[in-house]
């Protein structure tokens, strides 16, 4: 059967950088606090001239140029994202004219910070039935638009950012089948509403991530039909260092490599794992061919992840 493949990836982040520092000018807290509790110590925060369809277009140029895919051949879009102010046209329409793309099927996702992992399944699964052919796929958010900058449990985690990857059609499937579910029971324990703020149970969503994701990411090697300690490298979405290490060590893949880009970026939602999956293949952290495990989880509850092969 006919199936997909990254054959590259790219990022684009905002100028400023506003570190922890920076945030206690505003709030009361500090480096130490910020830290010990998530593992950041600075992020990007776009400005007015970096609207959220930009970015996520800047990210997707770059992966096309890291591919060297012909802009002309993208035949399908897809932007994972939550944090849009307007509802029509949508991200993905907005990025195919600002790169000037021909006719492409362009569609948002919104399942919040698993979202990337959303749209790569469904871009995959479009390709592998011939609606497509080469698709990007990109997770993008402006999370400061909706932030409490008075509120010091929540406006320490957010970064803004998007990343991409290309997807093509291949004979040897490059994209395992997706894992993807919710917790509705938990629906409310990461949201944006009412005041259109972004809040969480912060201990809940800790405790959920670090004794259920361990348990879901098995399941996913075993639909990409890999054990655990044959990936190279586990990208998990970049909520915080204090869930990303202990999954990581829970899953049992002594050999991978796992991305902590959170610690430079903060929390960027949907795109927190194209984002630090583009920066360990700039730097060459991952082996071509390397099975590498992408996991997101947040607002909904809702998860989704995959097994992909490195370009």
């Not at 922890?20 to 925060?45: P, Y």
């Not at 583009?278 to 992408?294: E, F, I, N, Q």
Request: glycine share 10%.
């Amino acid at each position: 059967m006919r199936g997909s493949r990254v054959v590259s990836a790219g990022h684009f982040q905002p100028a400023k950088v506003v570190t922890n520092d920076d945030l206690a000018q505003l709030v009361d807290t500090n480096d130490e606090w910020i830290r010990s509790r998530v593992g950041i110590a600075e992020r990007r925060i776009a400005g007015q001239e970096e609207p959220l369809d930009l970015l996520s277009a800047e990210a997707a140029a770059d992966a096309l140029r890291q591919g060297g895919v012909d802009p002309a051949d993208v035949d399908l879009v897809i932007v994972a994202t939550c944090t849009a102010l307007d509802r029509s046209p949508n991200i993905a329409a907005r990025v195919a004219r600002r790169l000037g793309l021909g006719s492409p099927a362009v569609m948002d996702v919104n399942v919040a910070c698993s979202g990337f992992g959303h749209a790569l399944a469904a871009a995959d699964a479009l390709i592998r039935v011939g609606s497509a052919s080469t698709a990007v796929v990109i997770g993008a958010e402006r999370l400061s638009d909706f932030t409490d900058w008075t509120d010091r449990t929540t406006c320490v985690l957010v970064g803004d950012g998007a990343g991409a990857v290309v997807l093509t059609a291949s004979e040897e499937p490059g994209v395992s089948p997706v894992v993807w579910g919710s917790f509705p029971e938990m629906g409310d324990a990461v949201v944006i509403e009412g005041e259109q703020k972004f809040t969480q149970a912060g201990q809940k969503v800790y405790r959920w991530a670090t004794t259920t994701l361990p348990g879901i990411a098995r399941e996913i090697c075993a639909a990409a039909e890999i054990s655990p300690e044959d990936l190279g490298g586990i990208v998990l979405h970049q909520a915080n260092l204090r869930i990303i290490e202990p999954v990581a060590q829970k899953i049992g893949a002594p050999k991978a490599i796992v991305a902590r880009d959170v610690t430079e970026s903060g929390n960027t939602s949907a795109a927190s794992i194209p984002i630090a999956l583009s920066k360990l293949l700039r730097r060459g952290d991952l082996t071509p061919g390397a099975p590498v495990l992408l996991l997101g989880f947040g607002g909904g509850l809702a998860y989704a992840g995959q097994v992909i092969r490195c370009p």
